[in-house]
Nanobody
Framework: QVQLVESGGGLVQTGGSLRLSCAAS????????MGWFRQVPGKEREFVAR????????NYADSVKGRFTISRDKDKNAAYLQMNTLKPEDTGVYYC??????????????WGQGTQVTVSS
């Protein structure tokens, strides 16, 4: 099992930036990908970005393309989400996850506790 801990959330104004971090421990060698998802109350968890742990290939939701960048540091067993030009609709709880290289949250078996991101207008 992989343990994940997110950090870096907070309150930011529209147009601002935040960098989320995800520290992984445990059986990290078993996971093909790391992903970031977000959720707001009353809505389903939404795919944001993912990165293949081996190849570094990335994939993004259309809503964040050109604004967000996912990266990973193999030596530190960490993944990051750099978020620029933030919009109010980016508000939500952001979760780091480890699992299959997919945009479907059901294919991720390990999840962090989440970190709140709030973008004020």
């Amino acid at each position: 099992q992989v343990q994940l801990v997110e950090s870096g959330g907070g309150l930011v104004q529209t147009g601002g930036s935040l960098r989320l971090s995800c520290a992984a421990s445990g059986r990290t060698f078993t996971r093909p990908a790391m992903g970031w998802f977000r959720q707001v109350p009353g809505k389903e968890r939404e795919f944001v970005a993912r990165i293949n742990w081996t190849t570094g290939r990335t994939n993004y939701a259309d809503s964040v393309k050109g604004r967000f960048t996912i990266s990973r540091d193999k030596d530190k067993n960490a993944a990051y989400l750099q978020m620029n030009t933030l919009k109010p609709e980016d508000t939500g709880v952001y979760y780091c996850a480890a699992g299959f290289d997919s945009g479907f949250h059901s294919l991720y078996s390990s999840w962090g506790q989440g970190t709140q991101v709030t973008v004020s207008s």
